[in-house]
């Protein structure tokens, strides 16, 4: 049984890659900062350490085969250190990053997407056979409207460019298969929805699957900026978010990744939705 530590394994993307490992009979390493109070996928092994402090990953790498790796900051300036640790105990790395990520680019065009190319060069340097795994939207970026659908119908925000949102069900599911299979050393592979959708589509979407009508209306960036800010958002998040709303191109990229990997069709926004409808109820 192999033994693999994931990262982020109580968020959107890294639980649903830990429930499809347990479920294979995989072993799942729950990498948490405090063990005792975090709720991992029943059948993982909540495990202590931070990304942020490389020197407290050593117990949870020891005997692990693969990692499973989402970066959760701003910067990459830990990075070098936690890819060290990570390559001193494994032999599979599997990184979750940005489509919009340009390979002959010498600077990407928005602070996200650089930091992601920061990463993923770093990755592929760092001595583990590696798989990245660059994903359009998320899906579950959208959860992030649940209260102003709830309370007002109506989503307020900057615009940004069109994209083929992608299902991190769909995401975590090859995530899975890089992480236990051979084949994808060295690849990157593309994942999107199967349709470009812009957010006043999603928004609407939304409002379908929950029968209420909802939609999507454009604020300016600063007045964007001083919600962000009085929700609570770090400001330098709110920076990176803006930056990337303001600079990524649009985008009419579908591809057929999701489906050649798992066997089945990359899901459409309209399924996650209607999955998800109580959460916007």
């Known amino acids: ?39 991992v996928p029943t059948g993982a092994k909540a495990v202590g350490g931070d990304l942020s402090a490389p020197d407290t990953l050593e117990e949870a790498l020891t005997g692990a085969e693969a990692v499973f790796l989402i970066w959760p900051f701003l910067t990459a300036e830990r990075a070098p250190a936690v890819l060290e640790k990570i390559a001193g105990h494994v032999r599979r ?8 990520v340009r390979e002959d680019a010498e600077r990407q065009t928005d602070p996200i997407n650089q930091l992601h190319a920061d990463i993923e060069r770093l990755t592929e340097k760092s001595g583990p056979e590696w798989t990245v795994l660059r994903a359009d939207t998320l899906a579950s970026n959208a959860l992030g409207w649940a209260e102003q659908i709830r ?7 900057p615009d940004i460019a069109a994209t083929a949102v992608v299902h991190e069900g769909d995401v975590a599911a090859v995530a899975a ?7 994808h050393a060295g690849a990157r592979h593309i994942l999107t929805g199967p349709r470009v959708l ?13 029968g ?14 001083q919600q962000m800010l009085a929700d609570g958002r770090p400001p330098a998040l709110v920076e990176a978010l803006l930056g990337s ?18 066997g089945a069709p990359a899901r459409t926004f309209r399924a996650w939705a209607e999955e998800h409808a109580d959460d916007f109820r």
């Open 198 to 210: 812009s957010r006043t589509e999603q928004v609407e979407t939304i409002g379908e699957a929950i």
């Open 177 to 183: 298969r890089a992480l236990t299979e051979d084949g």
């Open 245 to 262: 709303a303001a600079t990524r191109p649009a985008s009419q990229l579908i591809t057929s990744t999701v489906e050649e990997i798992t």
């Open 1 to 39: 049984m192999s033994e693999i530590l994931v990262t982020g394994a109580t968020g959107n993307v890294g639980r649903q890659v830990a429930l499809r490992l347990l479920a294979a009979g995989n072993g799942v390493r729950a990498l948490v900062r405090d063990p005792g109070s975090a709720v």
């Open 93 to 100: 790395v599997v990184y979750v990053s940005s489509s919009g």
């Open 212 to 225: 209420s009508p909802a939609r999507f209306e454009k604020v300016p960036v600063e007045a964007a900026r």
């Open 151 to 157: 309370t007002t119908h109506v989503v307020r925000g």
